[in-house]
């Protein structure tokens, strides 16, 4: 048997063991995004330690001004490149918990699929990696590359501590490339490579009035309301065509060309079954762009949450005093998240009425990217992918973000391969997050060819 062939025998003898540690895994309630978690964050960067020393790596568990990050490194001849694996250990907040059919944190198996939040989104998909690095290590003594591994516990609020780390701590990280599985395939049987992410601003917007809620029969009329006020505005930010009307937004952008236009629309895309799937009668996005462009190559600017006023059962009558909009506006190539920020602050400024104050945070931003996929490591992922899953991968942009992508560029100067093993349908984000199991294991065993081939760079 070559090293390859032991390889796969170990992931296929240790196939339900990995379930049920991802499971133990899955427990963690690591929110970042809740203070109420924080307990839960500490429990999961354990886990991870213990998990890296058992693939054998040298481990740090290192403290931020945030959650910690968890470092592990393997370093076996100077004549092999150097893979350098990013995940992280945070999750979403399972809300609203009573559309989870299974509780967010008891990960449960239902048709083929793991179910639990952070099964997907990024546990399970990091998961792989951790365990083909300790199927080289525990067949072969060592992976047949260097290895470097950062699990962060902030993506899911930012990775606002991350680049600290990443250029304190540069000599040690130095790396040929990046492989981050956080990203989906293209659909079922089609694993993907991801050659390119949006970026993202985050802010908050909150309207203040009077300074506490008032009777509006009494008030009503005479003073502004800060809930109608802040919904007028942040209704506006967006035209009836889909273009953002933010001034200055749309600076930097960088157009589609002809050929990745054609790209896109070379892929299969069934807009009917795109919408059932979500449960939408009709796309709704800027005039002139198809789907996949809207979602992969086009600026947006979206609320993510509203509130302000009374949110219990039956009617009450009153002007509240705040209003309350979480926004996000996701970037691409080269628009820079902080004059976006600087953009829409003045812009609120602008619209906000007499009577009413505006405050304005700024949360992260992170900026989009397009890296080139003609290299050799390219070519690795593609036959690991073949090998793995039966079928070489498509090329493909995402929507989504992964701040530490244009950090990696610019801090380390490396490229990242972004080899996702999930589906976009895996419901990241959402009540029944979950992961196929078949999938988990197609990806443990891309990532150990992956690191085969790797070595023969
Ligand atoms: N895994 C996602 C990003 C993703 C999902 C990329 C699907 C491509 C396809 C990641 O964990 C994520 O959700 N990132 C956040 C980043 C933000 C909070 C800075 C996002 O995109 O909202
Ligand atoms: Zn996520």
Avoid at 75 to 92: A, F, K, N, R
Avoid at 104 to 131: M, V
Avoid at 333 to 354: F, G, I, R, T
Wanted: glycine residues 10%.
């Amino acid at each position: 048997m070559n090293a390859l062939e032991s390889v796969d025998q170990y992931l296929t003898e240790h196939a339900e063991r990995n379930v049920e540690q991802l499971k133990d895994f899955l427990r963690i309630a690591s929110v970042s995004a809740d203070s109420a978690f924080a307990a839960e964050m500490t429990k999961a960067a354990e886990f991870v330690r213990a998990q890296m020393v058992d693939a054998g790596l040298n481990v740090e568990v290192v403290e931020t001004a945030g959650f910690p990050i968890v470092y592990g490194s393997r370093i076996v001849s100077e004549d092999v490149p150097t893979v350098l694996v990013y995940g992280h250990y945070d999750v979403q907040p399972p809300d609203p918990l009573e559309d989870w059919i299974t509780p967010a944190f008891d990960p449960h198996e239902r048709d083929g699929n793991l179910y639990a939040r952070g099964a997907t989104d990024n546990k399970g998909q990091l998961y792989t990696h951790l365990k083909s690095i300790e199927a080289w290590t525990k067949t072969q003594d060592a992976p047949p590359v260097n290895v470097k591994v950062i699990i962060e516990g902030e993506e899911e609020v930012g990775s606002n501590n991350l680049d600290h780390f990443l250029e304190t701590r540069k000599e040690d990280l130095a790396a040929d490339v990046a492989v981050v599985s956080d990203t989906s395939q293209y659909g079922p049987g089609m694993p993907a490579i991801t050659y390119g992410l949006r970026g993202i601003m985050a802010c908050e917007v909150t309207l203040r009035g009077p300074k506490q809620d008032l009777h509006s029969g009494v008030f009503g009329g005479a003073i502004a309301n800060p809930v109608n006020a802040l919904a007028k505005m942040v209704g506006s930010l967006v035209d009836e065509n889909g273009r953002v009307t933010i001034p200055g937004f749309y600076d930097g952008v960088i157009p589609l060309t002809d050929g990745e236009r054609k790209q896109f629309a070379n892929l299969p895309f069934d807009e009917a079954s795109f919408l059932e799937k979500i449960g939408v009668k009709e796309t709704f996005g800027e005039e002139g762009y198809t789907t996949l462009e809207r979602r992969w190559a086009r600026p947006t600017c979206e609320i993510n949450g509203f509130y302000g006023g009374y949110q219990g059962e039956g009617p009450k009558t009153i002007i509240p005093s705040f209003a309350t909009a979480k926004i996000t506006c996701r970037l691409v190539p080269d628009q820079n998240p902080q004059s976006v920020a600087a953009a829409l602050k003045s812009h609120l400024q602008s619209l906000c009425p007499a009577g009413v104050e505006l405050e304005f945070t700024d949360q992260h931003g992170g900026n989009g990217m397009v890296v080139d996929m003609t290299g050799p490591f390219a070519a690795a992922a593609s036959r690991a992918i073949d090998d793995a899953f039966g079928t070489p991968p498509v090329l493909i942009r995402e929507g989504g973000s992964i701040p530490v992508v244009a950090s990696f560029r610019e801090i380390l100067g490396i490229d990242t391969l972004l080899l996702g093993w999930g589906q976009n349908t895996d419901n990241l984000h959402s009540p029944n997050e979950h992961f196929n199991l078949q999938d988990f294991h197609r990806g443990t065993r891309a990532s150990a060819h992956l690191l085969h081939y790797l070595a023969e760079k």
